[in-house]
């Protein structure tokens, strides 16, 4: 009981919303998500796409921006997706993300007074983290505190734990991702041997299944990476994949109905097996030379996958068996209830340890 009469939770949520607001930050090539408490304490969670449109107010001529969803739906034929192809390095691609990430916090009412903690790749690209570093600096929140962290840490955060046990701990991170396939082990949240390989990546499934839509419709049907991606978001799963039908516009009139069997889940079986094969014979075999004894102790311990592809059900049993196969011993492997929302929620929670 606090001193006041009140429970320590009441203190803890007092003390977390009294002060500066901790925001968690996971800005994404496709989805960017920022996590925070309301006013009443309660944890609210922002996510959208990583884009914008402008236009000119036809009654005043000012620039005005769009973001998000409503970009994406309403200017489709302009709409930028500004970290697509990974960090910008400077220039216009430096300029939207700023232009993208001030309009997304000032509409969910996130100001200076404010602790911003962001999830960053694991990669080495000095340029393109000194833009998202930019990016977050000059917008119109973090006025108490901007720090960052490994994407693939603050994503472990809510698999292993309700608070920080992750910090605390020694375990392996694969986090897979859109433009990379990222892998660490931590000790004490110090990073030992990041790996990345920009050839097994999210953006490559979604290429092999719009090739693989072409080829099962027999050149009937083509769709662009937007909607392979949505065919992958909406219909991939390991534990029971559905055959699922849609149905197309002709551009002479008229439409054509199809039905897909094979085009989702045999590029997300080969870049499963990529994956496997990068984990297993390039980032544990460099960890086993630099750290024998934090190998030892990160393979006795649940390996947690973050990133988007570790939402599509099924995808972490499926990873720990061929895994296992793979290194000839059983591991476990875990994932955050929303894989994708994590990174954001472990950068909330460190925000609002260095803020109490």
């Known amino acids: 009981?606090?001193?006041?009469?009140?429970?320590?939770?009441?203190?803890?949520?007092?003390?977390?919303?009294?002060?500066?607001?901790?925001?968690?930050?996971?800005?994404?090539?496709?989805?960017?998500?920022?996590?925070?408490r309301d006013g009443e304490?309660?944890?609210?969670?922002?996510?959208?796409?990583?884009?914008?449109?402008?236009?000119?107010?036809?009654?005043?001529?000012?620039?005005?921006?769009?973001?998000?969803?409503?970009?994406?739906?309403?200017?489709?034929?302009?709409?930028?997706?500004?970290?697509?192809?990974?960090?910008?390095?400077?220039g216009e691609g430096t300029e939207l993300a700023k232009k993208f990430f001030a309009e997304l916090v000032s509409a969910h009412g996130l100001d200076d007074d404010s602790a911003i903690v962001y999830a960053i790749p694991t990669i080495d690209n000095e340029p393109g983290l000194a833009?998202?570093?930019?990016?977050?600096?000059?917008?119109?929140?973090?006025?108490?505190?901007?720090?960052?962290?490994?994407?693939?840490?603050?994503?472990?955060?809510?698999a292993l734990g309700d608070e920080l046990e992750a910090i605390e701990s020694?375990?392996?991170?694969?986090?897979?991702?859109?433009?990379?396939?990222?892998?660490?082990?931590?000790?004490?949240?110090?990073?030992?041997?990041?790996?990345?390989?920009?050839?097994?990546?999210?953006?490559?499934?979604?290429?092999?299944?719009?090739?693989?839509?072409?080829?099962?419709?027999?050149?009937?049907?083509?769709?662009d990476l937007t909607t392979a991606r949505e065919y992958k978001e909406t219909h991939a799963d390991f534990d029971g994949f559905e055959p699922f039908t849609d149905v197309i516009q002709q551009p002479g009139g008229g439409s054509h109905e199809f039905t897909i069997e094979r085009s989702v889940m045999e590029p997300l079986d080969d870049y499963l097996d990529d994956a496997v094969d990068e984990v297993a014979n390039n980032f544990l075999s460099?960890?086993?030379?630099?750290?024998?004894?934090?190998?030892?102790?990160?393979?006795?311990?649940?390996?947690?996958?973050?990133?988007?592809?570790?939402?599509?059900?099924?995808i972490v049993a499926e990873f720990e068996e061929r895994l296992s196969e793979e290194l000839n011993r059983d591991v476990e492997c875990v994932a955050a209830d929303q894989p994708d929302i994590a990174p954001a929620e472990g950068a909330r929670r460190i925000a609002e340890r260095l803020t109490e």
């Open 41 to 90: 304490g309660e944890v609210e969670t922002v996510r959208t796409l990583t884009c914008l449109a402008t236009y000119d107010d036809p009654l005043t001529g000012e620039e005005r921006v769009l973001f998000g969803e409503q970009a994406a739906q309403e200017y489709p034929d302009r709409v930028e997706y500004m970290l697509r192809s990974g960090l910008p390095e400077g």
């Open 170 to 223: 020694v375990f392996a991170a694969v986090n897979m991702g859109s433009t990379n396939l990222e892998a660490s082990a931590y000790r004490h949240g110090e990073q030992l041997s990041p790996f990345v390989s920009g050839a097994v990546t999210g953006n490559e499934v979604d290429r092999r299944i719009a090739n693989a839509v072409e080829e099962e419709t027999q050149g009937r049907v083509n769709i």
């Open 131 to 158: 833009s998202l570093n930019e990016v977050i600096e000059d917008s119109p929140v973090g006025g108490a505190l901007v720090r960052s962290f490994p994407e693939s840490l603050t994503g472990s955060i809510p």
């Open 1 to 36: 009981m606090a001193e006041d009469g009140r429970s320590e939770d009441e203190s803890t949520n007092d003390e977390r919303t009294a002060g500066p607001t901790a925001v968690g930050v996971k800005l994404g090539s496709t989805r960017t998500v920022l996590q925070f």
């Open 286 to 314: 460099q960890l086993a030379n630099d750290h024998m004894k934090p190998y030892q102790l990160a393979l006795s311990k649940p390996i947690v996958l973050t990133g988007g592809m570790a939402c599509i059900p099924g």
